[in-house]
């Protein structure tokens, strides 16, 4: 598949910062550790890891790691405990035969269908290993979230190619509340996103009226 124009992917940079901070948050919350000894020697499972930058850091902190996307546009290479598979998720899901402690879908569901979302939540918990956790950040589904993310980030801010998101596959919490209690899973923890275009930079907000994480274990 085609590469992706690398200025594209800086948006999802800028929010490694902040996707490290709120795993931070809810590990010390949920397991009373830092987040640097909870990933010391933790099975990753990175669904949509666009260049495998974000995913190499939790290797670094001693994780076996494994990434996959639909689009060749990795910046790492394979190594030891570490490796990147260009699949789309049903191909790996057909072919996997490992568990996972902890699965990141970071800015992944959204671009997923109703059918697809159906085909891997049904999957998640056959691939996780006891005590998983799942850490995910995604777009809410309303006019503003529509507005800000498809008017101003695409089409005026230029942040992502246009057509990047289809707004009617944007997912409210409690839709994804939903999903993970169909397939007896239980979401935890959501919390909004905030997006600053002059500083370029994300924070943890209490409003998840567009961008939020959500954290769902087994």
């Known amino acids: 598949m085609k590469k992706i124009d690398q200025r594209y992917y800086e948006p999802l940079e800028q929010m490694m910062?902040?996707?490290?901070?709120y795993?931070?948050?809810?590990?010390?919350?949920?397991?009373?550790?830092?987040?640097?000894?909870?990933?010391?020697?933790?099975?990753?499972?990175?669904?949509?890891?666009?260049?495998?930058?974000?995913?190499?850091g939790y290797h670094e902190l001693g994780s076996d790691c494994v990434g996959v996307d639909i689009t060749n546009n990795f910046f790492i290479k394979n190594k030891e405990k570490f490796r990147l598979s260009n699949l789309d998720f049903n191909h790996f899901l057909k072919k996997n035969r490992l568990k996972f402690d902890v699965i990141f879908l970071f800015e992944f569901l959204e671009h997923l269908t109703q059918k697809q979302r159906k085909i891997l939540f049904n999957n998640l918990r056959k691939i996780m290993n006891s005590n998983g956790?799942?850490?995910?950040?995604?777009?809410?589904?309303?006019?503003?979230?529509?507005?800000?993310?498809?008017?101003?980030?695409?089409?005026?801010?230029?942040?992502?190619?246009?057509?990047t998101h289809d707004p009617e596959l944007f997912?409210?919490?409690?839709?994804?509340?939903n999903l993970a209690k169909k397939n007896n899973l239980s979401l935890?923890?959501?919390?909004?996103?905030?997006y600053n275009p002059l500083l370029k930079s994300f924070r943890l907000s209490n409003i998840d009226l567009i961008n939020y994480f959500a954290t769902i274990s087994n």
């Open 17 to 21: 910062a902040i996707r490290h901070n």
């Open 23 to 56: 795993m931070a948050k809810v590990i010390q919350n949920e397991f009373g550790i830092s987040i640097y000894d909870f990933f010391l020697g933790k099975k990753v499972l990175d669904l949509g890891c666009g260049t495998g930058k974000f995913l190499h």
């Open 133 to 163: 956790v799942i850490f995910i950040s995604t777009l809410n589904r309303n006019p503003i979230s529509k507005f800000f993310s498809i008017n101003i980030a695409e089409n005026f801010l230029k942040l992502l190619p246009k057509d």
């Open 171 to 177: 997912l409210k919490p409690s839709e994804l509340e």
């Open 188 to 194: 935890k923890n959501t919390q909004g996103i905030s």
